[in-house]
T-cell receptor
Framework: SAVISQKPSRDICQRGTSLTIQCQVD?????MFWYRQQPGQSLTLIAT?????????ESGFVIDKFPISRPNLTFSTLTVSNMSPEDSSIYLC???????????FGSGTRLTVV | RKEVEQDPGPFNVPEGATVAFNCTYS??????FFWYRQDCRKEPKLLMS?????NEDGRFTAQLNRASQYISLLIRDSKLSDSATYLC?????????????WGAGTKLIIKP
């Protein structure tokens, strides 16, 4: 299966600042996905990152708050901008698993905004 | 009604017991179904894809009932290491680009 390296694994940030999360995939993938997971809850899709085009955002998420880059088929970043304590969560990137069975996830970024 | 709904947890079962999880989905056009496992403070990992004919992998059996729109996961001879949250995942409708819809998860605790 694909291996996705995600960093940072955790961070504590001051409100009003921004944090950029990076994901590197060990194989080329057309789509990458960014999720948020609140404690004790399931995953919520933030956006789909396609190489060569703008990311597609889900309802409730906007580009100004969560800008995404996808410079090539193995890399993507998600920025959490102008953070507030409500942004404290786990952020996960994901990509389709080679062979077409399911999706592989990065190890997650645990963000705490104080 | 939630798009993907799972049994509320947690399930506390003794080691060696058999445990079953159910998951219902609302979109009858869904084609892909998965069970993921998520350990505490870890990312989700694919446990099994669920096929129409049902499938088995060791102690784990997954079944799909399209008529009733539910999938199930059966764990036999449960081990302490099976303790985790189990997430049911279904693909969404065509107009969502078949986006994955995640259940809230069922927490399983295996006791010695």
């Amino acid at each position: 299966s694909a291996v996705i390296s995600q960093k940072p694994s955790r961070d504590i940030c001051q409100r009003g600042t921004s944090l950029t999360i990076q994901c590197q995939v060990d194989s080329q993938v057309t789509m990458m996905f960014w999720y948020r997971q609140q404690p004790g809850q399931s995953l919520t899709l933030i956006a789909t990152a396609n190489q060569g085009s703008e990311a597609t955002y889900e309802s409730g998420f906007v580009i100004d708050k969560f800008p995404i880059s996808r410079p090539n088929l193995t890399f993507s970043t998600l920025t959490v901008s102008n953070m507030s304590p409500e942004d404290s969560s786990i952020y996960l990137c994901s990509a389709p698993t080679p062979g077409g069975y399911g999706y592989t996830f990065g190890s997650g970024t645990r963000l705490t905004v104080v | 009604r939630k798009e993907v709904e799972q049994d509320p947890g947690p399930f506390n079962v003794p080691e060696g017991a058999t445990v079953a999880f159910n998951c219902t989905y609302s979109n009858s056009a869904s084609q892909s179904f998965f069970w993921y496992r998520q350990d505490c403070r870890k990312e989700p990992k694919l446990l099994m894809s669920v096929y129409s004919s049902g499938n088995e992998d060791g102690r784990f059996t997954a079944q799909l009932n399209r008529a009733s729109q539910y999938i199930s996961l059966l764990i036999r001879d449960s081990k302490l290491s099976d303790s985790a949250t189990y997430l049911c995942v279904v693909n969404g409708p065509p107009d969502s680009n078949y986006q994955l819809i995640w259940g809230a998860g069922t927490k399983l605790i295996i006791k010695p």
